[in-house]
């Protein structure tokens, strides 16, 4: 189902930690028009009243991830950070039936959009990408101050989308939330959006009636009015907006009857970063299913389900080793050991000159042909599917490129196969380079240590048709990993020779 996994991307190294380190102030939702929000939520609960909900069924929906870059290509978000949030956003909704699914990965590059999604360029633009076959998440980089939001209305006739800036949307709580208000739910503090949060000398202490829209009830400590004040949810308490950096709420703030609020932090919705654990509320994870099986949510149900298996270790890397240097520069071959169930892995390649670079493939090996001569570079690679993206990177490793030309394969020189014997090979021992050609081939065989020091070498070695046994002698050398290469023409070929005691 993952249709259009482009392999190429760029990020400019966005580092979510040093984001949320420097969390002053908290950026919190930024969901414009709550209010179409809730009355979303009412008109679906009054269409679903007689709904008969799906019993022990897990429904599958696709998220399509819009990885947006400035128009130059460069600060893309890195696709660790949506896989990390998929791997969240699963957790947050274990508990309900619902799971999610990568569907997509798209990547968009305009600046508008990175710095501006909120503006009438910005949207105009991300209305044209929409698909209405997922939930679409934008991450860029800012969101007007906010650390994401939800764009109402709901339905394909709608807007529907999510923006969530690429600091914050792998938090644990954050791509919950604003799917949680892509399924109709308000803030708990519904009304008191745009006051800033509750302020006794502004907003009084107790409260008044009204919350700071003008339009919504406060909601009542006891209950009474809560069909229908603040969020119209029952069971969230009654709350006025407290947000924190740390999950404490120590105010004393009063309902309009005088009786002190106890706000649920650990809510999903509401606004507390630094909580140990997060839920919805049991009225929550109703209106989330009102929502789910509602007319409108018909597109982000396919009735499919993605490859479940759990992906629980990460991949080896098997070549290059670390500290190796590669003699050609532009021929260098990555792998890494195979994970079971993974269908796709994540190889993230870094180096001083062009920063971070990530790749997708679906196979455990990836050629790369752009590197520069002489430069070291660090890479690491995850397994994941589309429905599993929680693993963790490899181990890094660093290897060096040579400066060595690649220009052709020894196949093309009528080599058809060759081979290193016996491997291993005790460190006093000869050993052979085995050829098997279709004409004759003039070739050097090259003996390395993995950091590029040539221990031996014997040069214009001529191999006629059929197979042919080179004879190497390089005198006693230390146990280890050692390259021989051959080189013939424009072509080199390589390959790995242990030696033991
Ligand atoms: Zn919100």
Known sequence: MIKRFITLTLSLGILLTAAL???????????RDVEAVKQQMLQNRLEMRDFVFPRNAVTYVPVRFIL???????????????????????????DQDIQFYLSEFYYYNST?????????GGSTAIKNLMQYNAINVFVTNEADDAAAYYQPPAGPGGNDWIVATSAYVSDVRVLAHEVGHFFSLPHPFHGWESSGGWDPNIHGNPVGTMAPDGQTLNEL?????????????CDTPADYMFPSGNCTYNLNAKDPNGQ???????????????????????????????????????YVRPNYTPNLTEINQSPSVISPSQNEEIPTYNHVELEWSEVPGADYYLLEISNASFGTRTYIVEDNSLLLTDLEPNKGYI????????????ANYSTQKIFKTGDE??????EELGLESWSVFPNPVSGTQRFFVSTKTTKPVEMDVIVRTLTGQAVYSKTGVKVAPGQTDVELSPGKLPAGMYLVSIRAEDAVDTKRLVVVE
């Open 379 to 390: 890479w690491k690679v995850m397994a994941f599917n589309e429905y599993y993206t929680c």
């Open 405 to 410: 030309i690649f220009s052709a394969t020894v």
């Open 112 to 120: 508008t959009v990175y710095t501006n999604p909120t503006g009438f």
């Open 68 to 94: 947006v870059a400035k128009s130059d290509g460069s600060g893309r978000p890195n696709e660790r950070l949506a896989l990390q949030a998929l791997c969240n956003l699963n957790e947050q909704y274990a």
């Open 221 to 233: 400590v006891n209950g009474s009015n809560c069909e229908i004040a603040g969020d119209g949810i």
């Open 260 to 298: 002190l609020l106890d706000p649920d932090k650990e809510n999903i919705m509401n606004y507390h970063f630094g909580c140990s654990s997060y839920h919805f509320s049991d009225d929550q994870k109703q209106e989330i299913q009102n929502s789910l099986f509602s007319s409108n949510r018909n």
């Open 21 to 31: 380190q420097a969390q002053q102030p908290i950026h919190l939702c930024g969901t």
